[in-house]
């Protein structure tokens, strides 16, 4: 049983997040959206047991604009998850968001397209409608903010989720930039809505392992893939450290 429900999905292997080898997996159950990417497994983040899917499946098989997120998180839902923790990868736009930063963000602009980005169904009436004016739990980012106090993490950042699979083009984050975007990725929606569908309080955890396209800065010659595969390890040090402090501290397990 996964203490407080938590569930955690990202796209990186487990070990590299310092999690244990996995204890069991989730039964499959009913899956009427299909398989999702990977089993749901049972892990241990430092002595918190919690819940882990990888959302790109073995080895990065499945591209962002692939993703069957409704599988995924109907297979969390059923694996008993009570809130999920998403770890993204992103790319740096405002100054800030240098490679090795860790980003709580508090709010997200959706340019993805052509994906399935509800549950809801013809005839589901007013039920299709949720709140989204704030996509991420205030609770549990509250939370975060108190585990990253004294620590170099930012608090606050505007997720910009585009389509994928293909980088962006510098004048595209120009644009991102003038809509009040400070990172970019590809994976946060719809994950986030339908986690918001479902009733499963929600928060990202950005790790910052690029310059967004056209935003080196003086000296820094590597190109984005490059800078994603050198800083990917050191964000995913940093995020499991504030886990770490998050999941020990009396708010992280609210009543």
Partial sequence: MAIEGLALISGAPPERLGMGPPSGTAPEGNQPYGPPSAPVETRRLDRVTVLYLNRHGGDYAIAPHRINYRANLQALAEAGARRILGVHSVGGIAADAVPGAVVIPHDLIDYTHSRETSFAHDGAGKSAFVEFANPFD?????????????????????????????????????????????????????????????????????????????????????????????????????????LVRWLASPIAHPR
């Fill in 138 to 242: 205030a609770e549990m980012r509250r939370g975060l903010v108190a585990a990253a106090e004294g620590t170099d993490c930012l608090v606050r950042g505007v997720y910009g989720v585009m389509q994928g699979p293909r980088l962006e083009t510098a004048a595209e984050i120009d644009r991102l930039e003038q809509d009040g975007c400070t990172l970019v990725g590809m994976t946060l929606m719809p994950e986030a809505v339908l986690a918001r569908e479902l009733g499963i309080p929600y928060v990202s955890l950005s790790l910052v392992t690029n310059y967004a396209a056209g935003r080196n800065r003086e000296g820094e010659t590597r190109g984005i893939i490059e800078q994603h595969a050198v800083w990917l390890d050191t964000g995913l040090m940093r995020a499991r450290e504030l």
